[in-house]
């Protein structure tokens, strides 16, 4: 397992947990050299996630592209690295008990969204500002509204 920080391949397990009935199992694991601490999901079988672009394109799943979306969004905001990887995870198993494998990206936006709301309405502008196409002034309209 390569560190999604420093990019070093050992690390050690922390804690393991069998998630779905056992086909997945979560791993939080801490890398050997830069001692930060992410999740690892190791499927068992054909869960094979994979993520519809706006343009059609498909793309394999990757939780690190949710965290770095969120850490983007939440800088010099009060959340703690720990909210973002829990928001990650939840929405990693959210798509992984779907029943389809292949996701809309503009659904994961879509719960990032939801979640940030709920967390800081600041990194959740930001976060909606990037996501949300912003030539419809519209819905950021509605957005601010909301916030306010
Ligand atoms: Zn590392």
């Known amino acids: 397992m390569i560190c999604p920080y420093c990019g070093y391949n050992q690390s ?4 393991s947990r069998d998630t779905e009935e056992g086909r997945v ?7 050997l050299r830069c001692h930060k601490r992410f999740t690892t999901y190791e499927r068992v079988g054909n869960i ?3 993520v519809v672009k706006k ?6 799943f990757d939780p690190q592209k ?3 979306g969120i ?13 973002i990887q829990t928001i990650a995870d939840e929405i990693e198993m959210k798509l992984l008990n779907r029943k389809r ?5 503009r659904d994961i936006g879509r719960m990032i969204m939801n979640r940030l709301r709920k967390i800081d309405k600041i990194a959740y502008l930001r976060f909606a500002s990037v996501y949300l196409d912003i030539e419809n002034v519209k819905d950021f309209e509605n957005i601010l509204k909301e916030v306010r």
Do not use: F
């Open 48 to 50: 094979d996630l994979k």
């Open 55 to 60: 343009d059609g394109r498909l793309e394999p």
């Open 25 to 31: 199992t979560r791993r939080r694991r801490e890398c």
């Open 66 to 68: 949710i965290i770095r």
């Open 71 to 83: 850490t983007k969004a939440c800088w010099k905001r009060p959340v703690e690295e720990k909210t």
């Open 101 to 105: 494998t292949a996701v809309p990206s």
């Open 12 to 15: 050690t397990v922390l804690e």
